[in-house]
């Protein structure tokens, strides 16, 4: 079956302790990003990446890092967190990032994380 | 700066009735248009999308939405509103000469369908 995967689903931690939730796509997909969800803010983008060794900041993009080593993965890196960052986090993907403007995309289920 | 507005946070539509969810947009040139669609403990799901063409666009679970240029509107729209339709809607907008990352979401409008 064609899915991004997250993992974990739900994550409690305290501040400052580095924490990587893990982004997988099966679908081969060129594009890959990171996005996090607040009540009332919709959808902001932290990360993208078009491509292997290729990435870049999006919208919101401090306190956190990623790498694309290999095409499936995505992880999404916060080395040391803070209770701003306490949200929902979706990882996505899609086909081609040369199309993406144009190309839906494919969510993963989300991470609920929680920094105390 | 391109933008998206969802003005109603909440919606509330009885089974069988049609449902609007509203969406405007701000954005330099021609848009993309989407709406995806959240259920709960759910990724979003893409629903349709607007690249161009006819106005009218048909997408998934019956949904449609109809782009309007002038109003700078992306309302999406269903003639009879199912239970199983409650969930979050989101319209999202990319400028037509925007990178792969100049994706801007709305805030989102909860769709209640009560029974």
């Known amino acids: 079956e064609a899915q991004v995967t997250q993992n974990p689903r739900y994550l409690i931690t305290v501040t400052g302790k580095k924490l990587t939730v893990t982004c997988s796509q099966n679908m081969n997909h060129e594009y890959m990003s990171w996005y996090r969800q607040d009540p009332g803010l919709g959808l902001r983008q932290i990360y993208y990446s078009m491509n292997v060794e290729v990435t870049d900041k999006g919208d919101v993009p401090e306190g956190y890092k990623v790498s694309r080593k290999e095409k499936r993965n995505f992880p999404l890196i916060l080395e040391s967190p803070s209770p701003n960052q306490t949200s929902l986090y979706f990882c996505a993907s899609s086909r081609k990032a040369s199309s993406a403007a144009n190309e839906k995309l494919f969510f993963g289920s989300g991470t609920q994380l929680s920094v105390l | 700066a391109q933008s998206v507005a969802q003005p109603e946070d909440q919606v509330n539509v009885a089974e069988g009735n049609p449902l609007t969810v509203k969406c405007t947009y701000s954005?330099?040139?021609?848009?993309?248009l989407f709406w995806y669609v959240q259920y709960p403990n759910r990724g979003l799901q893409f629903l349709l999308k607007y690249i161009t063409g006819d106005n009218l666009v048909k997408g998934s679970y019956g949904f449609e939405a109809e782009f309007n240029k002038s109003q700078t509107s992306f309302h999406l729209k269903k003639p009879s509103a199912l239970v199983s339709d409650s969930a979050l809607y989101f319209c999202?907008?990319?400028?037509?000469?925007?990178?792969?990352?100049?994706?801007?979401f709305g805030s989102g409008t909860q769709l209640t369908v009560l029974p």
């Open positions: 954005v330099s040139g021609n848009p993309y």
């Open positions: 999202a907008v990319r400028a037509l000469s925007g990178s792969a990352r100049q994706l801007t």
